[in-house]
């Protein structure tokens, strides 16, 4: 079992910064990757970012343009997303899922079987 807690989101205008903060409990063995992945309302979920547990390589979806930045602190067993530039567009709930299963990429959103609650990020114009 894997359990992830996100934090961090909150009501921002547009071009602020938030960070987004997931803890990650449960058996370490049960984390391939990481990432944070979002919907808006009416739209599919998107990954936005991601990580490798074991080799810390990064994924960023195109989309981003760069102004996101995951991260991780092992000793907290935290991941983070930087969020900076704020658009309207990145109005969202924000969750951190993980990958359970072994998956050959941490972009397979298909692998992703565990989820926090997710936190809620809105961008006013």
């Known amino acids: 079992q894997v359990q992830l807690v996100e934090s961090g989101g909150g009501l921002v205008q547009a071009g602020a910064s938030l960070r987004l903060s997931c803890v990650v409990s449960?058996?370490?063995?049960?984390?391939?990757?990481v990432g944070w992945i979002r919907q808006a309302p009416g739209k599919e979920r998107e990954l936005v970012a991601a990580?490798?547990?074991?080799?810390?390589?990064?994924y960023y979806a195109d989309s981003m343009e760069g102004r996101f930045t995951i991260s991780r602190d092992n000793t907290k067993n935290t991941v983070y997303l930087l969020t900076n530039s704020l658009k309207p567009e990145d109005t969202a709930v924000y969750y951190c899922?993980?990958?359970?299963?072994?998956?050959?990429?941490?972009?397979?959103?298909?692998?992703?079987?565990?989820w926090g609650q997710g936190t809620q990020v809105t961008v006013s114009s």
């Open positions: 449960g058996r370490a063995f049960s984390r391939y990757g």
């Open positions: 990580i490798s547990w074991s080799s810390g390589n990064i």
């Open positions: 899922a993980a990958q359970s299963t072994w998956s050959p990429s941490v972009a397979l959103i298909e692998k992703y079987d565990y």
